[in-house]
């Protein structure tokens, strides 16, 4: 699996960034707070929040006050999408959408998507809410 598109949405320095047509090797260059250990952090937070479960992923970094973008209202959101192997080797664009936000000083998940197509050509794609 390799990641094609990553869009952010909300997140610390990253009010909305989208990064498309992603090649194997990404390099990341600017000016120091311009986000690049940022969106290192992104892929930290979804790791985390998978694995260890997102009340800690949001208590390690100090929860919305210091996760959502300064001046923003809103969720914060994140968008990847890749290629899966489907049925008979053939590799399906997936989408996987996270969108969280707070309530009552906890995170709460506002929405979250699965979607892939069920064609490499035509079709439409499916979602599955989870």
């Known amino acids: 699996m390799r ?12 009010q ?38 997102l009340r800690g992923a949001w208590d390690a970094r100090n929860r919305m006050r210091s996760i959502r973008s300064r001046g923003c209202t809103g969720p914060v959101c994140f968008e990847l999408k890749y290629r899966a192997e489907g049925a008979h080797g053939k590799k399906r664009l ?8 707070e309530k009552r000083l906890l995170p709460v998940v506002r929405r979250e998507t699965l979607q892939w197509t069920t064609s490499p050509v035509q079709g439409r794609p499916r979602t599955k809410m989870c």
Do not use: C, M
């Open 94 to 101: 997936v989408t996987y959408r996270l969108e969280i936000e």
């Open 16 to 53: 909305d960034v989208s990064f498309k047509d992603l090649s194997n090797l990404v390099v990341l260059s600017g000016p120091n707070g311009s986000g690049k250990s940022t969106v290192i952090d992104v892929f930290a937070f979804l790791h985390e929040s998978f694995t260890t479960g």
């Open 3 to 14: 990641i094609e598109q990553l869009r952010v949405q909300n997140y610390r320095v990253l």
